[in-house]
């Protein structure tokens, strides 16, 4: 048997953000990340019903299939959605059906692009970005949240869950991650305070939306083909995305 006979086949995968917020000796700046098909092996990962409970396996899954020598907790979020959408494709095929309005509908992952953002906002490398909160005028500085910023959000929230179990922070406490500075002032004090004091809610939602319109991600948007015709729709990411024979 020749030597590279059993060799993994890959796929080249590009990242939404093309590697423009991440440093230049980071690999991840080549805007691309090689992906390995999925095997039985990580078909067991997706079963591992402790990486379940503890909410891990999707994780644990990119990363077995991630070739490419990357610091995973590096990842931003879009470019993390970018390697799940890939990830599926190369497990259970482009076609993912699920329910919309009483109605099966099927689409084609492999035609999802990703979303185009104004590249001159960033400089190579630098995860910061300035926004102009409309109702307060309030300068702040944010930036685009990885996966080890993910990590810190999940504990904190953990710890506040321990507190009070009826609470519910996850918005500020994403909110305090992703700002770094306040009218220039960057001490962590000063932003934890703005956001659980003087961040009114109109700007809250005005910030939310700046953010969603232009961060590199994977455009979800697409249209389905119902009895009275067609819709775009946004694509649910439910458990019989990973899971396409889950009878739940």
């Not at 230049?24 to 591992?48: Q, R």
């Not at 995860?127 to 999940?154: Q, R, V, W």
């Not at 994403?174 to 306040?182: A, D, G, H, P, T």
């Not at 979800?220 to 009895?227: D, F, K, P």
């Amino acid at each position: 048997m020749e030597e590279n006979a059993l060799k993994f086949p890959t796929e080249t995968i590009d990242l939404p953000s093309k590697g423009l917020i991440y440093p230049e000796d980071n690999p991840l700046s080549s805007g691309k990340v090689e992906m390995k098909y999925m095997t039985a092996k990580e078909e067991d990962i997706l079963s591992n019903q402790s990486y379940i409970q503890n909410g891990t396996v999707l994780d644990k899954l990119l990363k077995a299939l991630i070739v490419s020598k990357v610091n995973y907790s590096d990842l931003i979020v879009g470019d993390k959605n970018a390697i799940m959408i890939a990830a599926r494709i190369l497990g259970y095929g482009k076609d993912y059906k699920f329910e919309y309005k009483g109605e099966e509908v099927e689409v084609d992952l492999s035609t999802l692009e990703n979303k185009e953002f104004d590249e001159s906002s960033i400089s190579q490398g630098v995860n910061e970005f300035n926004f102009t909160l409309p109702t307060s005028g309030t300068e702040i500085t944010y930036k685009l949240l990885c996966h080890k910023d993910e990590m810190a959000i999940e504990a904190e929230l953990k710890g506040l869950k321990k507190i009070n179990k009826n609470a519910d922070p996850s918005m500020s406490t994403r909110m305090k991650q992703m700002i770094l500075s306040v009218n220039g002032d960057s001490e962590r004090k000063t932003v934890r305070e703005f956001v659980d004091t003087y961040f009114l809610a109109s700007d809250a939602r005005a910030f939310r939306k700046h953010v969603a319109a232009h961060q590199p991600d994977v455009n979800l948007l697409t249209q389905v083909e119902l009895s009275d015709g067609g819709e775009d729709v946004e694509i649910p990411i439910t458990v019989t995305f990973f899971w396409p024979d889950a009878n739940i």
